[in-house]
Structures are given as C-alpha cells and as structure tokens.
C-alpha cells in the first residue's frame, strides 16, 4: 500500500495523529454499543475490524472508519426484537449489498443527494442519538419494568454529564496535547470512585450496564447462528438494506468532505468495497459493523494524519486497549458516555439550519425538516430516499414551468416557434400549452436552437402536436435538434411518429441539425 503523502515525517505524523484518535475511539465505541443495545466489547471490536479494513483497501487515506451512531440507530430495533445474532447476519448481507454496489461503480450517485437531504439526514441522526441516551436514566425496577431514576442518584448522573460536557468542550482551549474526550472520561470515573468511596454515592458502571467484566481476548470466527430460510432472509434484508445505505451515505459524505480539506481525491468506489469487506468481516467475528466517522476523521486530518498508517495505527491501538485495559474501560461511568454522546450530539447537528431556514427556499426548508422528522420516527435510509424524491419532485415541477417560446410569421407566411428551455415530462403540459393549431398558417416550424427533447413524454408530446397540426391540414417542422435529440427519435421509431424537418424553401432548411 502506499500512503497518501510522501512529504518527510508523514509516517511519524500518521502513527501520533493515530494513537490520539485510538484513545477518542474507545469512548465512542463504548456509548455506540449502549445505542445498539449490545456488549460494549461488540462495539469495540467492531471499531478495531471496520477501522482496519477500511484503512487498508478502502478508497480514502486519512480516514476513520469504526462503530458509528448512525449504524447504531439502525440496528438497535432488529437487537431487541431477534438478538444479536441476527444483528451479525445483517451486518454481514449489509457488506455484500456494498461490496456490489462498489463493484457496478455506483458510488459516484452520492453527487445526487442535495445538501438539503443532507442537512436533515446529520440533523435527524443527531437527534436520535440524544433520544436514545435517556436509557441511561432507567433502573430495572423489583416487577422487572424500567423506571425513571430519581432523587440523590439522578442528581449524581447530571452532574457527572454536565462534568464531562464541560471538559470536552473547554479542554481543548487550554490543550489539545491530550483527546478531550479521554480526559473528560478519566475525570469522570476518578470523581466517580471518589464520591462512592467517601460518600457511599453508586453510579452505574459500564460494566455493571454490561452486565460483568469486559475482559476478554479476540473475538473468534463465528457463522452467526440464524435459521436459514426465507423469512429469515426477509427479515435480514430490512435491517440490511438501511445500514449499507446508511453506511455508504455517511463515508462518502465523509470521504467528499476530506476531499474538500485535502485539496485531494478520494475514490468513491473503492471505498465502498473497502466499507463492505469491514463490515462482512466484522459480523462473521461478531460485530456490530460500522462506516466512516466523520468527527474522528477530523481529529485525524487536524491532527496531521494524512496516510493509511494514521487508520491502522488508530486500529491496533483500540485493539491493545480493549486487551489489556477492559477492566479499566470497565470502571468508566456510564453517566460519562452519555455526556460524551451528548456532545456528538451537538456536534454532529447543523445548528446552521435555524439560521438559514427564512433565506433558503420553502422547498428546500421542506427537504430539511421532513428529513429530519422522517429520520428520528423511520430510519435514515428511507428519510434520505424520500428527501431525494421530494427534492427531484420540485426541481422536476421549476424547471417544467421554465419552458417558454416566441413566435413569429416570416416573410414565407411561416410561422416559426423558438422554444428556450428543456422538454421533458415535468414540461409537457406547458410545451403544448404554447401552440395553436387552429390558428397557426399551413407551415409551422418549431425551433429547438435552445431546447432539448429529454424523455419518452416529451417525444409523445411532439408526437400528439403533429397530429394536431396534421388534423388540421397544416405541416409541421421541427429544426436545430441535437444530435442526442435526433438520436431519441430515431430511437423512438415506431413509438412516435414525428416530422424532422428535411426541405423547405427558405434558408432555414439547409441549416445542420446541431
């Protein structure tokens, strides 16, 4: 492999930039697993396998890739309802789905999505993350059923969150030398064991939350233990569908966005079969999956991060943490992870949105908000599908009101329509609109010097106007097609019937088709 920048000291820049996003990667991780509703070690270890993977086929140098929110979100309900062996089999079909979609070159669709769409898709993901933290204000109670925890305890929690809040975001005033969120995390736990040790004051650890130790070594190959048969597989594809599109909106979007701070290129294809290869490897070893991490690519490029080397190193060193340091993951305070979250909260949503909402377009102000409500009450896939429909919809129904002509009589009694604007579906009823067979002269020509004929609609629509025109007695011509237009209506033959203009006996006839 070779790395993404040959200056001198880019291979020390990558294995710093990549210890620092290691220690960042392990609280994340932690509190993704907690959204997912499995074992913290599932989460981490699925951040060592998509990290590595992905940092070494993938399409993006420089780029984090681990266990994401955004997946989390997805694949909590399929947890709680079948268990998390079906969550390894989705992951892993989620894999396939992006591999494929890597192999046809379809990365390249990403331009399709509008930043609209994708205002609301970080806005609704945002959202429910910070939805999905309240879990950690419930106790089981003696009847079995969670109930909201109250009094000494639940101020305990609050202050422990708003202690983490704090630190995470004013540390990185003071210093950047050490991850603000690993500090924050090491502060919390020590306040922690203080208060229980002086004061007798118990908060929730992650694992007593997990529900023991997390020690453990590496994680073995495993075929997840799922029956194979057909309503299985329909209710694998439900979950599988969602997180490989997830997966694939959230990495390229990441992978634009590094472009854009790089100067450089990324390519779209490869990492999607880089993203896929993580995640079937990382549900055949029992994994959660992922994709890329935008917050934690950003550590990593600020930080100078710039090769292959910056991912791996950020692989391996969560690795050799979750090994050898499970027990003092295990001591960390779940209050801590919430506050973490919290903060991934504020900065993954667009608070832009509030600002830019009365100088955008109502259409485009739409797009955000049904995105955003779509998101938190469906699941991300289907809000960014719908918020490309809606988004085609109205650009389809602007450009179709944009369709205009003028019209004269030449000195041939010729009555010539110069139409400016494309042809298609969204303009038909507009485009016939513009003419008046009853009225017009026996010749008339239809100028396309500034118009194309896009679509099977818009030939049916010349079709049905040559018919009007020949109803009444009158020839029509059309002139100035391109070259694909020209080529739709050879195509078409057969279909429609349409008169291309071939002899005239004015000047205009003899002029190319261009």
């Known amino acids: 492999m070779t790395f993404f920048t040959k200056k001198r000291g880019s291979f020390k820049n990558d294995i710093l930039s990549g210890i620092t996003v290691a220690l960042a990667l392990v609280p994340e991780a932690v509190a993704f697993s907690f959204v997912a509703g499995v074992d913290p070690q599932v989460g981490l270890f699925s951040a060592f396998m998509v990290g590595l993977i992905a940092a070494t086929i993938g399409g993006r140098p420089g780029m984090i890739s681990g266990a994401t929110g955004a997946i989390a979100v997805v694949v909590a309900p399929l947890v709680a309802s079948h268990g998390v062996e079906y969550l390894f089999a989705a992951i892993v079909l989620a894999g396939v789905i992006q591999v494929g979609v890597g192999l046809m070159r379809w990365g390249k669709f990403i331009r399709l999505v509008p930043h609209s769409v994708m205002l609301g898709f970080v806005n609704g993901l945002a959202i429910i993350i910070f939805l999905s933290q309240f879990e950690a204000f419930k106790v089981e109670g003696a009847d079995g059923h969670h109930e909201w925890i109250n009094g000494l305890s639940l101020i305990v929690i609050l202050a422990l969150i708003a202690l983490t809040m704090a630190i995470t975001h004013y540390l990185p005033r003071l210093t950047k030398a050490v991850p603000a969120a690993l500090a924050a995390i090491a502060i919390c736990t020590f306040t922690s064991m203080g208060l229980e040790h002086f004061f007798g004051i118990h908060a929730m650890t992650v694992a007593e939350m997990a529900g023991g130790s997390l020690a453990g070594g590496f994680p073995p190959f495993h075929i997840p233990a799922i029956p194979f048969e057909w309503t299985t597989l329909k209710i694998l594809m439900t979950f599988a569908l969602p997180v490989a599109a997830v997966g694939l909106i959230e990495s390229l979007m990441t992978l634009t966005l590094i472009d854009e701070m790089t100067e450089t290129r990324g390519r779209g294809n490869r990492e999607c079969v880089g993203q896929g290869s993580a995640n079937i490897l990382s549900g055949l070893f029992g994994g959660m999956g992922g994709c890329a991490m935008i917050g934690q690519s950003m550590i990593n490029i600020s930080s100078g991060g710039r090769g292959r080397t910056s991912g791996v190193t950020a692989a391996v060193g969560l690795l050799i943490f979750v090994l050898f340091g499970a027990d003092l993951i295990g001591q960390i305070p779940t209050a801590a992870l919430v506050g973490i979250m919290f903060m991934v909260v504020i900065g993954t949503f667009e608070w832009t949105t509030f600002r830019i909402l009365h100088k955008i377009p109502r259409t485009d102000m739409l797009v955000i908000l049904a995105v955003s409500v779509i998101t938190v009450f469906t699941n991300l896939a289907v809000a960014v599908a719908i918020g490309i429909i809606i988004s085609a919809l109205v650009f389809a129904w602007e450009k179709g009101k944009n369709i205009r002509c003028?019209?004269?009589?030449?000195?041939?009694?010729?009555?010539?329509?110069?139409?400016?604007?494309?042809?298609?579906?969204?303009?038909?009823?507009?485009?016939?609109?513009?003419?008046?067979?009853?009225?017009?002269?026996?010749?008339?020509?239809?100028?396309?010097?500034?118009?194309?004929?896009?679509?099977?609609?818009?030939?049916?629509?010349?079709?049905?106007?040559?018919?009007?025109?020949?109803?009444?007695?009158?020839?029509?011509?059309?002139?100035?097609?391109s070259k694909e237009c020209r080529t739709l209506l050879g195509n078409a033959e057969g279909v429609v019937e349409v008169s291309v203009i071939e002899d005239l006996d004015w000047h205009l006839a003899v002029d190319e088709l261009a």
């Open 406 to 481: 003028k019209s004269y009589i030449d000195e041939h009694d010729t009555k010539v329509y110069r139409l400016d604007g494309p042809l298609f579906f969204g303009a038909v009823h507009s485009f016939s609109s513009l003419f008046t067979p009853a009225d017009d002269p026996e010749e008339v020509v239809i100028d396309f010097m500034r118009s194309r004929v896009y679509d099977h609609s818009a030939l049916d629509a010349v079709h049905k106007l040559t018919e009007k025109y020949a109803a009444a007695g009158k020839r029509l011509h059309l002139l100035n097609l």
